[in-house]
């Protein structure tokens, strides 16, 4: 705490020098620093060449305006994720989420990287020597960390207005389906759990995971039943003994299968699954885990609400 | 039997003789004298030779590695840019990415080998090495809990060597007495092995896809994001730690002997026992919190010494070479083979080392005297 | 014949494990209504939990431990060595490696076949054995250990190339290798049904000869048994039981190792008294652990084999201890 007072003291300082300095050289004024979790990180202009290293950072970027020169590749794939292949475009792939080809990076000759908050310190070193590297700072699984993340690598583009843009045009869309669920969905009638099927019982979402907490915005009344521990995604796999914990209203389902039929029809052959209320009244909905439970960011936004929309609108 | 016996016992005395006959160096020996022929030396040519050969291969390592990689360097950039007068990038690519990977495998193989040769001449079995033994999967359990844990502050690297540290500990507590060629000790570890490797399972099925793909370099072992702190510790603890096997050289070789000959010899089995366990697990542990567990080298380096030493002879310095050698090696084929996406070096040895590794275990026999 | 008692405590044991499993779990289902049922009350809720839940995975459980326990005796009988184990020997990896492979090639863990199982299993039975056969590792049980070791390193290295290629498969692998008698259907246990028959009549024909082996190879040849055909038939009935238990609970260390070893404590070495003892001491280990998985992160489960190598660690470290390492 003090820290952060003193740190925060520092920067307002610092932050005063910059715009002194700004003011008597106005022809090289054209810096902006971002915040970061390795302190402020000086960015130059507009950044044209850039590279991610997280999948939310690709989104934040694309959404901003900005298509990156490098990638790495998402799960299940040898390419990014198959929601953002089309406006990614021909984007260089530079590694796996577990291992960045640095060189390969160096050869993108990049303006600014942008990471994820996972990255570590060692590859942070060399990264922030190759190109001004932005890793956010946010408390992980909170429902807002997407739109903090994506606010920070817009700042980090200098694409903030766009950003805000996008970010508003999610804002409207959610209500559009706030909306249609008011208008199809009775206000009682919402209860939701999010969860992948293994078949030793279910792994159900965090709350405050991007997905649990765009259903919440749409009205859906989202509840992981208090058993994801602080700071994880997902629970560890619960007993199909205490299936009635999630057994609510509704139960959105995500594979990671191609198909979401053919993982439905495999969970349902569990009698515990079976049993659920939720599948007797026909209220499990099948979503693309590489889309709900992997991505993030505001184009991922955008189209998990229209998944959610399609099966809102399958109601009579 | 008593033919093999005795080649055996002559090769000893042979090893032992020129200290009773100063004139002339046996078959395959120089004889270095100095200090007014007060002082001799015997040199053994074929592990000059050996050396001098692994250690050549190693600097063309070295420069293939220096100029490999997305962007090729030619060889004359590359001395321009050792001098400090290359281009910003190409200083860049070689001093901050290459160069330390380059150091960092090298250095970590060398150790690996070095442990590997010491445990292997220990047990007379050619598989007994730390890593198979659980060191490595504790470490590795102890790195991921690091990268999963909210509440665990140090690094890692950190963490994988007091992993290796605490399964050596244990091993020790379990074994009490290192027992005849130690093989209390080597069960002790499978145990902490086989539990560490169901602990790391039960974490990584508890966290996010994300967190286990940042645990993964731990998981294979990989030279991608080394933490300097460590390679200097491991620079080190490689230093001390050479030099002391060097001194229990002498003692080991005794032990290959029958135990009373080796005692009637001046050597004390237990000590010498416990001092070549202890450097193997040490610099294990060294090696691992830098490079993960890159277990195979420290198989297939000794291996690969053994074969091009003098037999009976216990290849300390060749071994150290050669495992520096694969693993800079592995390391360049993981690099670039399937360029863009790297491989991490454990799996390029494991792929590589395999059919080797079958061909050990159906064809040769698996002590390393034979 | 009259059974010595030891074989009434060991069956004693089996009984009330499986009452175990059936009155605790980690749901809200307790013993009083568990009980209940049992007398007679009908609550659907404890009906469906018991019957449909815990019923199936106790039976899950009995017939992995069955298989395990068995396997391990065999092996042990069969390298001289009280230290086979499928697990330490990398028989369950080599398993554990075709359905790996299986997953990446588009199989889901539930989906799984027995045959892939038991077809890796065999590999990595055979090349065991074969490494006991060439380099006369029999007589030293160590060596044959340190050589599973190295296989099951192997195998784990290339299952981890096998998660960095795909990542779908990662996902499905990490939840599967950690092992789990939960969630299985009828259907799948059927389908390992049938080569563990087969398992057990092999068993049944080949156990006399073995126990002859055990002897020796002259005495086995003298009382008019090949060695060879015999050995053949027993790797067969391991990979068998060895691959159908993983097909259906994940691959699960030190149960064949903790199994025999009390066996032999009471029944002493002769593999036709170890084996009866098997068979009620297999299933009540895994039966217990998996009811101690339960209960230990309700309302979560923890996986059953770190239950199962916690309780195994210590046993092989007393073997070593203990025994100067007997041979059998």
């Known amino acids: 705490m003090q820290q952060n007072r003193s740190t925060g003291l520092l920067r307002q300082i610092l932050g005063g020098f910059a715009i002194a300095a700004a003011v008597s050289f106005t022809v090289q004024a054209d810096t902006h620093t971002v915040d970061t979790a390795y302190g402020p990180v000086a960015i130059e202009g507009s950044p044209e060449r850039v590279v991610t290293l997280y999948e939310g950072a690709l989104d934040a970027a694309l959404a901003s305006g900005v298509t990156p020169v490098g990638a790495i590749i998402t799960r299940g794939g040898d390419s990014v994720a198959d929601y953002i292949q089309a406006k990614a475009g021909d984007v260089k792939i530079v590694g796996t989420p577990g291992e960045t080809n640095l060189e390969a990076v160096i050869a993108l000759n990049p303006d600014v990287i942008l990471a994820s908050s996972r990255l570590s310190e060692e590859q942070y070193k060399l990264l922030s020597q190759i190109a001004p590297t932005v890793v956010p700072d946010f408390k992980a699984y909170q ?174 | 039997m008593t033919a093999a016996t005795d080649t055996k016992t002559e090769r000893a005395s042979s090893r032992l003789a020129p200290t009773l006959s100063p004139s002339s160096p046996p078959r395959g020996f120089w004889l270095w004298r100095f200090n007014g022929a007060q002082h001799s030396l015997l040199l053994d040519r074929r592990a000059i ?56 495998g090298a250095l970590s193989g060398a150790a690996l080998a070095l442990a590997g040769c010491l445990m292997q001449t220990l047990a007379r079995n050619r598989l007994a090495t730390p890593g198979i033994i659980g060191i490595d999967n504790a470490a590795t359990a102890f790195a991921v809990a690091s990268i999963v844990s909210t509440t665990i502050s140090l690094a890692p690297s950190a963490m994988a060597l007091a992993g290796a540290a605490t399964a050596t500990a244990v091993a020790f507590g379990l074994a009490g007495a290192t027992g005849t060629r130690g093989y209390r000790f080597i069960i002790a570890g499978l145990a902490i092995g086989a539990v560490s490797g169901a602990v790391t399972q039960v974490m990584l099925s508890g966290v996010a896809l994300d967190d286990a793909n940042a645990a993964y370099p731990w998981t294979v072992g990989s030279l991608n994001a080394r933490n300097p702190t460590s390679v200097i ?63 195979l080298i420290a198989l297939l380096g000794p291996e690969l010494a053994r074969t091009v030493s003098r037999p009976g002879r216990i290849p300390l310095t060749a071994s150290a070479l050669a495992g520096a050698l694969l693993m800079t090696l592995s390391d360049l084929a993981g690099r670039t083979l399937l360029e863009p996406l790297e491989i991490p070096v454990g799996i390029v040895t494991a792929l590589a080392g395999s059919p080797y590794l079958l061909w050990i275990l159906l064809r040769k026999s698996p002590d390393i005297s034979r | ?162 998660m960095l290629i795909d990542q779908r498969a990662a996902d499905e692998i990490r939840f599967w290798v950690t092992g789990s008698v939960a969630g299985r259907s009828w259907d799948q246990l059927l389908a390992t049904l049938p080569s563990m028959i087969l398992a057990g009549l092999i068993i049944v024909a080949v156990v006399r000869p073995l126990a002859s082996l055990a002897l020796g190879e002259k005495v086995a040849m003298g009382l008019g048994h090949h060695p060879g055909l015999i050995r053949l038939a027993v790797i067969l009935a391991v990979a068998l039981l060895v691959g159908g238990a993983t097909a259906l609970a994940g691959p699960l260390a030190f149960v064949g190792l903790v199994v025999p070893f009390v066996a032999r404590g009471f029944g002493g070495a002769d593999i036709r008294k170890t084996l009866w003892l098997c068979l009620p001491l297999g299933p009540a280990l895994i039966v217990s652990a998996d009811t101690v998985s339960r209960l230990l992160v309700a309302p979560s489960e923890m996986p059953l084999g770190v239950i199962t190598a916690i309780i195994g660690a210590p046993v092989l470290m007393i073997i070593i201890r203990s025994r100067r390492i007997p041979t059998l």
């Not at chain 1, 991007?210 to 700071?231: M, P, R, W």
């Not at chain 3, 068995?70 to 697990?87: F, I, W």
């Open chain 2, 49 to 104: 030779a050996v050396n001098s050969i692994l250690a050549i291969l190693l600097a063309f390592s070295a420069i293939a590695s220096l100029a490999s990689g997305s962007l090729s360097i030619s060889v004359p950039d590359i001395l321009l840019t050792l001098q400090g007068n290359g281009s910003t990038i190409h200083s860049f690519v070689i001093q901050e990415l290459r160069l330390p990977r380059f150091a960092a």
């Open chain 3, 1 to 162: 014949m009259k059974l010595p008692h030891y074989h009434m405590i060991a069956w004693l044991l089996l009984a009330i494990a499986c009452l175990m499993s059936l009155l605790f779990g980690a749901g809200s289902i307790g013993p009083d209504s568990a009980l209940g049922l049992l007398m007679g009350n009908d609550d659907p809720e404890a009906r469906f939990v018991i019957m449909e839940l815990r019923l199936p995975r106790l039976v899950v459980g009995l017939v992995t431990g069955l298989a395990l326990g068995v396997a391990g005796a065999l092996l042990q009988t069969l390298t001289r060595n009280p230290l086979a184990e499928p697990g330490l020997l990398g028989v369950s990896a080599g398993s554990a490696f075709a359905v790996t492979l299986a997953i990446l090639l588009g199989a889901t863990t539930a989906s799984l076949t027995t045959l892939i199982s038991q077809l890796g299993a065999l590999a990595g039975c055979a090349l065991v054995i074969a490494a006991t056969r060439m380099q006369g590792v029999g007589q030293d049980p160590v060596r044959l250990v340190l050589a599973g070791a190295t296989l099951t390193g192997l195998l784990l290295s290339l299952s981890s190339l096998v």
């Open chain 1, 143 to 316: 429902p807002d960390t997407w739109i903090k993340e994506t606010r920070l690598f817009a700042e980090a583009l200098n694409q903030s207005e766009n950003a805000e843009k996008v970010l508003m045009r999610v804002q409207e869309r959610t209500a559009e389906v706030e909306k249609l669920v008011a208008a199809k969905i009775a206000g009682d009638d919402r209860k939701t759990a999010l969860i992948r099927w293994m078949p030793q019982g279910a792994l159900v979402m965090a709350e405050g995971l991007f997905s649990s907490s765009l259903l919440q915005a749409t009205g859906f009344d989202v509840d992981d039943a208090g058993i994801v521990q602080e700071g994880r995604p997902h629970s560890r796999p619960l007993s199909q003994e205490n299936l009635g914990l999630i057994d609510h209203q509704w139960v959105f389902l995500a594979t990671l299968n191609a198909d979401g039929r053919e993982a439905l029809e495999t969970a349902r052959k569990s009698p515990a699954f079976e049993r659920m209320q939720a599948n007797q009244n026909n209220r499990i909905v099948t979503v693309n885990g590489q889309l709900w439970t992997s991505a993030s960011g505001p184009i991922a936004a955008l189209a998990l609400l229209d998944d959610i929309a399609t099966a809102v609108n399958q109601l009579p």
């Open chain 2, 233 to 295: 510790v491991l620079t080190v603890g490689l230093g001390i730690g050479y030099l002391l096997s060097l001194a229990v050289r002498r003692g080991l070789s005794t032990l290959q002997l029958p135990e009373s000959v080796a005692v009637s010899l001046g050597t004390r089995p237990g000590r010498v026992r416990f001092a070549a366990l202890a450097l193997s697990v040490l610099m294990t542990g060294f090696a691992v919190s830098v490079a993960g567990p890159v277990g």
